[in-house]
């Protein structure tokens, strides 16, 4: 690979011998790369000062000014005290002899094509003579310049309010890199700075005019495993079955391909890998919103972790993975106007099976004259696109939960957990369970209300709920005691639909937790009680505690469990809340409440004998709703101010929100 020279904080390329390690004299760095100048073996550093490839006795190179300045340098005085004229002589010679062929490579020189950066910003290059063109999908702009040997001078003139832009670069002796500045202005608010930024670019493997992995050429314009592109725009096809293959996860080693997939392979024990399309979530406490982006992961062999924004495929975060204890951390690109340190605090874990993760962070502060400003709390959750098999129509989320093939036609749910499209105006992100497309982060509505479909909120029972798959193991039981003392609420939902982590929000962090019972015997649903936690939870207000620990009253477990216990039952009453992760009938919501809170709650405590049927729901910021509906047949006891009852099965097709279903 074609490297860079730092002297004085300026680039400087390497010129000498093929294989030969030089020294930059100003900097004290060595290097090992081809010494590159292709015109006259010298190369200029910013300052305009040449420098020249000066051979030592361990057959090392050292850079070194060849004009000599006003203190009176020589050339020789740079070359070991024992090395003779005669020596000297021949190694100019041979400097100029390289030079020479170096000169006369260069006539051939041809970037015409399309290339990549490690940034995952895309670069057209058309060289007619010794004129280039530049473009970039990621840009309005066009440059031009000229190539000269190895050196290329590109610019842009200054777009509507954009500055101008230039390049200057150095293509290496196999022509397959261009390395050198960006030079470009950068602001922040109405403060203003010149960066010279680093750029490196290699001709990519493949193009084939998008940024979709799974087609043979990657997001990233590498060819994919068990196949082969050719031609401009590229053409990938699967290459013989049975060809031996390297397994695109870090946690398989080997393999062999079969119709273009690489199969097989020794997967490595406790293994965790993150590679590939995730969904990303992110909640913002400044202003209470919620965004959801895509990204692709790259993962190294040390854990390594690099993010590329889709569609786009730039880099904008860096990150390592702990593969033993599935720690993550997460690290924004550290480049003005950011300041420098003060993205890092961005850490989680990744779930056991590697297809969720969670972080919580701090991020955006800004460098300006006056010092860092800005910054803000996050929390994000993540899910693992769909698998290229099953064919997602935005390379992500699935149009169904069902695959249908076969005449007469049959029909097998995809994999639980695959993110999939919701016509529900309500649903941020919903995942298929169980072959129907349910709710996993519901809408922004105050809880304890539903989204009206068009942008407001009405109060009423959210309809993308989960209920159980036994409707009877959920139970409410009310207990109203006119001094408050004895009055209880408990409220049971088990034997569901799997939950995961990612189902919960972020209760012991932000995300505030409700139960909410609704009186369903009219046209229009009415709430008759609501408690919840949480509701005036500061993320800012308990500091570093934040990051490493839990709000008060709430624990959390590895499984991404949560429990929450206030003896008192200071927030409306409620005193416990069990949210347990589990597979299919093992997972669980409890709540409970009692005393005197209960009847200071915003709606009051309702007094049984109460009308029916009634809908429960606890319902989570950020996180999944849960429900049980208690109708007659149900009910023990509904009098004296005592109402106990079992959940009422509801009529096949209503048991579980199915947006999917009801796309239009």
Known sequence: MFRQATGRGRTARLLGRHGAEATDAQSGRKHSEPLQDRENGVVTQGSGTALGANPQRDGSFVLTPTTPPQYGWSMRDQLHPKLSRSRLLATCVGVSLVGSLWASAAAAADITGHWGSQDGTFYDFVQTGADVLMTSPSSV????????????????????MLFPESYSLILALDESTLAGVRHTVSCVLSFCTSVDLPVTMSRTECDDGNQSSGDGCDFLSRVE??????????????????????????????????????????????????????????HRFANEETYTERDEIVQGEAGDLSFFAIPGGHLEITGTLDVSTRALQMDDIDTWPYCDGDKHLVAGTVAADGNSYGVVGWTGFLSTPHGCVGGEVFAELALRCADGSLEPSDGCMVDSCQRCSGDPLVCEPVPDATPCHSSDPCTVVATCEAGECVATIADQCPLCTACDGAGGCIVGPRNNCRESDDAESTMLAIKHDETGERSSLRWQWKDGGAVRPYDLGWPHLYSQVAVCVFDESTASPSLIFAGSVNDDLDPYSYGGSFFTGSAPGWKTYDDGSARFREKLGAADGITAIDLGTGAAGDSRVKLKGKGAGLLSSSTGFPTPALPLPLRAQVQIEGGACFEGRYGAAGVSRNADGVFRAKGTPQAPGLRRFDAARHRP
């Open 225 to 282: 495993p068990c196949h082969s592109c050719s031609g401009a725009p590229s053409v990938c096809v699967p290459v013989a079955d049975s060809t031996p293959c390297e397994h695109p996860s870090q946690c398989v080693a080997g393999g062999t391909c079969s119709a273009g997939v690489c199969t097989g392979g020794v997967e490595t024990a406790s293994c965790v890998d993150i590679g590939g399309g995730w969904l990303r979530t992110s």
């Open 141 to 160: 702009r066009v440059f031009e310049g000229t190539i000269v040997g190895s050196a290329v001078e590109i610019a842009s003139p200054a777009y509507p």
